[in-house]
């Protein structure tokens, strides 16, 4: 398939170990974010979502942690698996900007056996 | 349920020549977006439509035109291409304003 990001940075981790991926929004007023996961030649795939009244949200394997004093939001995936590995990117919206979805720049998550 | 589909998959123009990207959704989303993908730079938003009969420029609108025909379809159109806007292009769609958005597969355009 056709590779996407060839110039974002990556992160590679062991099987097995959990992986943290890091995004820095850009609009103090969004209160919506969303962590998608693309995979080469793919569109974007929904992971999990967090409203700004919340801090953290959990679901299979994965956690979202929003910060919103240094506007910081992070991924956590635990026990990564070989079909983890792929490019994820956060997204936000904000009232402002009539709930316009915007990403941020993605991460590449390599899975070492 | 086929989502949100995009057509062609692949198209290869010259500089100079025209052509409309099509989108259509069957989830009776109100939100529609088209996106471009060049290599290291991310989703950048084209265009944007929070419902029927309604547009808006997003973060890289220049060289495009877009038309919201109805509530399932949002079409994008290159009326000059041009070498720079060889990409990758998203459509995709939600259905609220707080609520994630579904993509397509995507549309793969080389202008040559």
């Known amino acids: 398939g056709e590779s996407v990001g060839l110039h974002l940075p990556t992160l590679s981790v062991q099987e097995g170990d959990n992986s943290i991926i890091n995004c820095a929004y850009s609009?103090?007023?969004?209160?919506?974010f969303i962590w998608y996961k693309q995979e080469s030649g793919k569109g974007p795939q929904f992971i999990i979502d967090?409203?700004?009244?919340?801090d953290k949200r959990q679901g299979q394997r994965v956690t979202v942690l929003l910060n919103k004093t240094v506007k910081h939001l992070s991924l956590q995936i635990a026990a990564t698996q070989p079909g983890d590995s792929a490019v994820y990117f956060c997204?936000?919206?904000?009232?402002?900007?009539?709930?316009?979805?915007?990403f941020g720049s993605g991460t590449r998550l390599l899975v070492r056996p | 349920n086929a989502g949100v589909t995009q057509t062609p998959k692949f198209q290869v123009l010259k500089t100079g020549q025209s052509m409309t990207l099509q989108c259509a959704q069957d989830?009776?989303?109100?939100?529609m977006y088209w996106y471009r993908q060049d290599p290291g730079m991310g989703l950048r938003l084209i265009y944007y439509?929070?419902?029927?009969?309604?547009?808006d420029k997003g973060e890289v609108p220049n060289g495009y035109n877009v038309s919201r025909l109805n509530k399932r379809e949002f079409s994008l159109r290159l009326e000059s291409a041009a070498p720079s806007q060889t990409s990758v292009y998203f459509c995709?769609?939600?259905?609220?304003?707080?609520?994630?958005?579904?993509f397509g597969q995507g549309t793969r355009l080389t202008v040559v």
């Open positions: 995709a769609s939600s259905s609220d304003r707080g609520t994630e958005a579904f």
């Open positions: 609009n103090s007023a969004s209160d919506y």
């Open positions: 967090i409203r700004s009244n919340m």
């Open positions: 997204a936000e919206k904000n009232p402002d900007s009539s709930y316009k979805l915007i």
């Open positions: 989830m009776n989303h109100n939100s």
């Open positions: 439509s929070a419902s029927e009969g309604t547009t």
